[in-house]
């Protein structure tokens, strides 16, 4: 099966709530949705499409290329039809593969069981084919199959990503509770940043959040900070389609002089790791960053956005010392941002009323399991413009 030519269905998977963003960057890269659900779409195209994909997405988690679909009522129907599939064509005799699995059927208590399964008909059919068979363990770092099952349905794909997606490959040093890279880029995306005015980030932890607003600026791709994927490892793989759309990416990049995305914490160390992390990505030039309480962050006279990412308050004593901090975070806004347009990242709705504004959008999101808000405020009193006149 050559798998780089040939068309079959497409399923690029993410995190719940950030399907809206990925539809919008699979579009912007030229590609026609067929359907979209909660963490993900689906779309025609080859595992070309995929290496492009792969390279080019900041929201998605995996890119999954199907091989086969068929109907299922037992583990025992599960191994039969992945043992008809000729796997000789896809994973080289002395390669490596690694199974993983999203199952719903009231056969099986334990996907672990079906992974197994699915893992023993591969093996089956190279030693029945080849007389030798594959390595497999748990790594994702080489070729991965994934099968869906739910209900009688049933199906296999190329998982074509291998690790996941979500993490941009420029972080070598979280920092503490960081965001997600591709949360971070969605959220940003949701805002009304025009990726030329000023970006203001106090409070940056690990500034996450800035070095994903100067990429997106600077059309600085996840693909140029990874150099393995699961596609590189199947049979048909061709280095040189790799190579020309990484050259591609790097095409794309481009430069902004006047471009101003200001980090500031109060943490020494913070501010280190975001300098070490913003180095790798290419973008630390774009990004000023201080040492200092918030309250004291440079704001730019030409208006931009303003984004907080305060802490959240797991227990009684943190939240009530966080309602002083989020009281501030609210004066902050009102006196310094007048003219931009300000941004909330919180999952405690009720901390978020200690801001004292009025949020004109709410939008959802999820931190992990943490249901979330992207609260966002005009600071309409009296722009920096007004003032003046």
């Not at 129907?77 to 064509?89: G, H, I, L, S, T």
């Not at 190579?243 to 101003?260: A, F, T």
């Amino acid at each position: 099966m050559k798998v780089f030519s040939t068309q079959s269905r497409i399923i690029i998977t993410c995190n719940k709530r950030l399907a809206p963003y990925l539809k919008q960057e699979v579009e912007e890269l030229g590609y026609t949705p067929t359907s979209a659900f909660s963490t993900g779409l689906s779309l025609q195209g080859t595992a070309e499409d995929c290496i492009r994909l792969n390279l080019n997405l900041r929201c998605a988690s995996q890119i999954h290329y199907s091989l086969k679909d068929f109907r299922a009522n037992s583990p025992q129907d599960v191994y039969k039809n992945v043992k008809a599939f000729p796997w000789e064509k896809l994973i080289p005799q002395h390669g490596y593969f690694s199974v993983t699995s999203n199952v719903d059927h009231f056969t099986v208590n334990n996907s672990m069981f079906i992974n197994v399964k699915v893992k023993d008909a591969i093996v089956d059919r190279m030693r029945e084919h080849n007389g030798d068979r594959p390595n497999s363990g748990s790594s994702l770092d080489k070729m991965v199959v994934h099968i869906f099952w739910r209900e009688e349905q049933a199906e296999i794909f190329l998982d074509t990503s291998g690790e996941t997606l979500a993490k941009h490959g420029y972080r070598k040093i979280p920092g503490k509770a960081p965001m997600l890279e591709a949360l971070a880029a969605s959220t940003i995306m949701a805002t009304k940043w025009d990726r030329v005015s000023p970006f203001v980030n106090p409070m940056c932890g690990s500034s996450t959040l800035a070095i994903e607003a100067a990429m997106l600026a600077t059309d600085r791709r996840p693909g140029l900070f990874r150099k393995n994927y699961s596609f590189m490892h199947v049979i048909g793989y061709d280095e040189a389609v790799y190579q020309r759309h990484y050259r591609e990416l790097e095409s794309k990049v481009k430069d902004i002089p006047n471009l101003k995305i200001i980090a500031t914490d109060i943490s020494d160390d913070a501010i280190h790791v975001s300098k070490v992390n913003a180095g790798i990505a290419g973008v630390d030039k774009f990004i000023q960053f201080d040492v200092c309480d918030f309250e004291k962050t440079e704001v730019p006279e030409q208006p931009g956005v303003v984004y907080f990412n305060p802490e959240y308050g797991e227990r009684l004593g943190e939240v009530q010392e966080l309602e002083a901090t989020y009281a501030r975070v609210g004066d902050f806004m009102k006196n310094k941002c007048k003219g931009y347009t300000g941004y909330i990242f919180t999952g405690n709705l009720d901390l978020a009323k200690k801001i004292g504004l009025k949020a004109s959008r709410r939008i959802e999101f999820y931190n992990a399991k943490i249901d979330c808000r992207l609260l966002e405020y005009e600071l309409y009193a009296g722009t920096r413009r007004k003032e003046k006149i």
